[in-house]
């Protein structure tokens, strides 16, 4: 909350410009580094066995691959996976990562919670959204259907959150909490530009605790030793990453109007199986 705070006074030092290049440099460090170890966690699956870590990893890797593939053949199906995939990854590292106790109602509410915030940055950066969505999709996507899913997203959060308090033990403090952080996140939203909005929740609101999971789970030390063993066995796999980004923006850049219609799909192809590995990161551990 307080870091939210801070960001909303820091915002007025920067012009929209600056805070895009702050905005993608924060998802191309700590935005990627909180998946860069998705391999090492794979690893703690397999018990050590050779063949089920090679056959998961080719998986993890044809995976990326095809995401990223989808976009250019099937644009609108893979927009609709990866939101989907994000609107529940969002809402479970928020809700229910430090929860034991799952149900599918509980799944429902962590993907409503990240429905009612993806499409908060989507309604209140409109012009943006539709600029972006017509040049990743080719298709020109009406305001209204964007209004109508952020209102219903609402409407169902707030329902279902009310239901939920006693299953994951909400008290009214937090309840109250939450509903203020939401407010504050729509008037950062409401005031920021697109790319800005979506790092700032990416990397304070969600890299940052995923990354503090991770490394109680692999290190067992959140402090500084876990840190740097954490960043020490990421390091080649986001270089990597990195290094593809590059290639693929240099390839494909006559292609796009917009520099985020690639940089969108190469989120996307990380993001999925990230998804998978996360989900399976807790309920091992739950």
């Known amino acids: ?21 702050l905005g993608i440099l924060l998802v191309l460090t700590v935005g990627l580094i909180h998946g860069a170890n998705d391999l090492r966690i794979i690893d703690t699956f397999t018990n050590g066995k050779k063949y089920n870590k090679q056959s998961q990893l080719v998986a993890y890797i044809l995976l990326v691959i095809s995401t990223f593939l989808l976009f250019y053949i099937f644009p609108v199906t893979a927009l609709i996976i990866f939101l989907a995939f994000s609107c529940y990854h969002f809402g479970e590292q928020h809700w229910l990562a430090a929860h034991s106790k799952k149900s599918g109602v509980l799944s429902g509410f962590a993907f409503l919670y990240g429905l009612l915030i993806i499409t908060m940055i989507l309604k209140f ?22 209004n109508f899913i952020f209102y219903l997203s609402i409407f169902a959060f707030l329902i279902l959150m009310y239901w939920v308090r006693r299953h994951i033990t909400i008290g009214l403090n937090r309840f109250f909490k939450e509903l203020f952080l ?3 996140l729509g008037v950062i939203f409401k005031i920021s530009s697109l790319i800005w909005s979506f790092a700032l929740y990416f990397t304070l609101w969600h890299a940052i605790p995923s990354l503090y999971s991770q490394i109680g789970i692999l290190y067992g030390d959140r402090k500084s030793a876990g840190i ?10 986001w270089f ?12 494909l850049k006559e292609k796009a109007s917009w520099i985020v219609s690639i940089f969108f799909p190469f989120v996307a192809a990380l993001t999925i199986p990230h998804v998978l590995v996360m989900s399976k990161m807790f309920k091992n551990n739950s």
């Open 125 to 146: 950066n409109i012009s943006e959204t539709i600029l972006v969505l017509k040049d990743l999709i080719g298709l020109d996507v009406a305001p209204f259907l964007i």
């Open 228 to 237: 740097i063993a954490y960043i020490k066995h990421s390091f080649l796999y």
């Open 240 to 251: 990597i990453s990195i290094i593809g980004l590059v290639v693929v923006i240099f390839l």
């Open 1 to 21: 909350m307080v870091i939210t705070i801070f960001s909303f006074w820091f915002m007025g030092f920067l012009d929209e410009s600056e805070a895009n290049s």
């Open 182 to 184: 939401l407010f504050l």
